[in-house]
């Protein structure tokens, strides 16, 4: 096989090198029923089996308590930007701290009322609020939303916002990489293809209660109510079953590593080692503050944008990939997801460090 690149893209992104090579190995002949998991009917008990197993290892990831439960959707993360003011109903209250933040706030207003009641788009999305910082969400908000980790701008929140309405939350961009208190919240959506497997899932964690009942327009198509793909345990319709398939082992991988504690810890190095050269190099400035900054997407810029052009080509020369920053942020970024190997980080490390301009 040709060496593998140093894959530092936002997403899709890097999966785990043994799970690229499990899949292989039982592409073909999936563990001895004579056929691919893509090849299998949903209506199966041996697809069941690995849907449930998939559900199960992300539930027990996250100590789930019994009163939420975990679904697989389709439609992207951008599709829960509509879900959540379909189900939860309009009144949403949101944290804006860029593109993705704002597109779930704009799709929400499609569908009624919803309060932008925290921006940083003054200062450039630079900063998500702090520990400290009191939200005002009014009583009368339906739930409050934000987003964990802003990918583009390489800002995550280091808490859990306390607020005193319904908390939900677009994880797309750090799902599975640290530990979160699941059950503290009414919903938790993440797109599968940063840190959880390929794209086309979307993971939905919810509380039971809110999953279930359905207590909003009449007009809400079928597919776009959580119910029913919670009373059909995920398979109303027919699911991304191989991408479901990739998400369980990438689940089982996490498990196998030590789980959400153990995977924070290792990401926590990898960012501590790129930051630490960053802050020292003289020609760099990161895009986020430095209390917002984030453990999967490390933003920063260069003096000149042919500084930047030159190590752009010295990265892709060493074989590293994925390291140009969003268009609307430019820069460079490098997302250093689950999945992206500590060696990876060194090499990205050794470059910074040898680069004088
Ligand atoms: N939210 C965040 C934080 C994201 O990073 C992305 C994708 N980059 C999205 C939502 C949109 O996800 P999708 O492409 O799965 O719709």
Same mark, same amino acid.
Request: aromatic share 8%.
């Given at each position: 096989m040709a060496e593998r690149k140093h894959n530092f893209n936002?997403?899709?992104?890097?999966?785990?090198?043994?799970?690229?090579?499990?899949?292989?190995?039982?592409?073909?002949?999936?563990?001895?029923? +004579?056929? &691919? #998991?893509?090849? /299998?009917s949903h209506r199966t008990p041996v697809y069941e089996g690995i849907l449930f197993e998939a559900r199960d290892v992300i539930a027990s990831l996250y100590d789930l308590p019994d009163t939420h439960e975990v679904l697989f959707l389709q439609g992207g993360a951008s599709?829960?930007? =509509? /879900?959540?003011?379909?189900?939860?109903?309009?009144?949403?209250?949101? =944290? !804006?701290? @860029?593109?993705?933040?704002?597109?779930?706030?704009?799709?929400?207003?499609? #569908? @009624?009322?919803?309060?932008?009641?925290?921006?940083?788009?003054?200062?450039?999305?630079?900063?998500?609020? +702090? #520990? %400290?910082?009191?939200?005002?969400?009014?009583? &009368? =908000?339906?739930?409050? %939303?934000?987003?964990?980790?802003?990918t583009i701008y390489g800002t995550q929140y280091q808490h859990r916002p306390r607020v005193g309405v319904p908390l939900v939350c677009d994880m797309s961009s750090d799902f599975l990489s640290r530990p979160v208190d699941v059950g503290a919240y009414d919903l938790i959506y993440a797109g599968a293809q940063k840190n959880a497997g390929p794209s086309g899932v979307t993971v939905v964690i919810g509380k039971k209660d809110l999953l279930r009942s359905f207590t909003g327009e009449a007009t809400v198509p079928t597919m776009l109510r959580y119910a029913? %793909?919670?009373? !059909?345990?995920? /398979?109303? !319709?027919?699911?991304?079953?191989?991408g479901i398939y990739v998400v369980g082992l990438v689940a089982k991988w996490v498990r196998d *590593? @030590? +789980?959400?504690?153990? /995977?924070? *810890?290792? !990401?926590?190095?990898?960012?501590?080692a790129l930051y630490e050269a960053l802050d020292a190099h003289p020609l760099v400035t990161g895009h986020a503050e430095l209390a917002s900054r984030s453990l999967m997407n490390v933003t920063f810029r260069l003096e000149t944008p042919e500084q930047e052009k030159r190590l752009l080509a010295r990265a892709e020369s060493a074989g590293m990939e994925g390291l140009k920053g969003h268009r609307s942020v430019g820069g460079l970024r490098a997302s250093i997801y689950n999945a992206v190997p500590e060696a990876?980080? =060194?090499?990205?490390?050794?470059? *910074?460090?040898?680069?004088?301009?």
């Open positions: 936002a997403g899709p992104g890097a999966l785990p090198r043994s799970v690229l090579e499990e899949v292989q190995q039982d592409l073909v002949d999936w563990k001895g029923t +004579g056929m &691919s #998991v893509m090849e /299998m599709l829960q930007f =509509a /879900m959540v003011p379909l189900n939860l109903g309009a009144g949403g209250a949101y =944290a !804006n701290t @860029g593109t993705w933040a704002t597109k779930a706030l704009e799709e929400a207003r499609r #569908v @009624g009322f919803a309060d932008e009641v925290w921006s940083s788009e003054k200062s450039g999305f630079k900063s998500v609020p +702090g #520990v %400290h910082e009191v939200l005002e969400v009014p009583e &009368s =908000a339906t739930y409050f %939303h934000y987003t964990s980790n802003n029913t %793909h919670a009373k !059909n345990d995920s /398979m109303y !319709n027919t699911p991304n079953t191989f *590593i @030590g +789980g959400l504690a153990a /995977m924070h *810890i290792v !990401n926590q190095s990898k960012a501590q990876s980080v =060194a090499a990205l490390v050794d470059l *910074i460090r040898g680069f004088a301009g």
